[in-house]
């Protein structure tokens, strides 16, 4: 008797919830907004450095400037922004969770069947304990600037691997190929608040 109530709370919830928010597509279109913006400002930070022919310094961008830009874009819009890895370079910051960890899987999963990385996304609403979040991801894939700081041993210089060792002691971010799957851009909406 307990799971036909719960399986009628269930169906009579969803409903109700996708009706109270018929802008999913709106939060899906802010949702990219919010992700090219992020790439671009990061990406050309790291353009930059990398023209000029300073791949140390541009670890910097990733560690310093890449999270100002996740901080700011959260607190614009009241979401958490965030990038997360297939490996991860700081646990503090790129650790996926659950939810995460499934896209990525799915990510890899839509790649190895053929789709490309560069549109790859996953948008859907999602019910968890503190409430009700529409959930998104960007694939990030791994460009042959990105090996400078993400290849393997021959690809990594010797000044890159120490700057790299003395701010991320426990870097699991190297070793990628052109193409493979890194990450992704991650953003979570509280249902709650109102797209602004």
């Known amino acids: 008797m307990r799971a036909i109530v719960l ?7 969803l409903p109700g919830l996708a009706g109270a928010d018929r802008g999913l597509a709106e939060r899906e279109q802010a949702a990219d907004a919010a992700t090219k913006a992020f790439v671009m400002e990061l990406g050309g ?18 560690s310093d400037l890449a999270p100002r830009i996740a901080n700011r874009l959260s607190g614009e819009n009241g979401w958490r922004v965030t990038r ?23 990510f890899a ?44 041993a ?5 000044p890159v691997a120490d700057a790299l060792a003395q701010r991320y002691p426990f870097d699991a ?4 190929r ?10 979570k909406q509280p249902m709650a608040l109102p797209l602004r």
């Not at 999963?109 to 999602?126: D, F, I, N, T, Y």
């Not at 021959?154 to 010797?158: A, D, L, V």
């Not at 971010?173 to 990628?176: D, E, F, T």
């Open 178 to 187: 052109v193409g493979e799957l890194r990450g992704a851009i991650s953003i």
């Open 84 to 106: 997360v890895g297939t490996r991860v370079r700081n646990p503090m910051l790129g650790t996926p969770d659950a939810w995460e960890q499934q896209v990525l899987a799915q």
């Open 45 to 62: 930070a790291l353009k930059r450095q990398l023209a000029a022919g300073a791949p140390a310094e541009a670890i910097e961008v990733c």
């Open 173 to 176: 971010a190297k070793g990628y």
């Open 109 to 152: 999963k839509r790649q190895a069947a053929g789709e490309s990385l560069g549109p790859m996304k996953h948008a859907e609403l999602v019910e968890e304990p503190g409430g009700s979040y529409f959930r998104y991801m960007k694939a990030i894939g791994v460009k042959s600037a990105c090996l400078a700081c993400h290849g393997g």
């Open 154 to 158: 021959g690809e990594i210089t010797q």
């Open 7 to 13: 399986i009628a709370t269930i169906t009579i919830a």
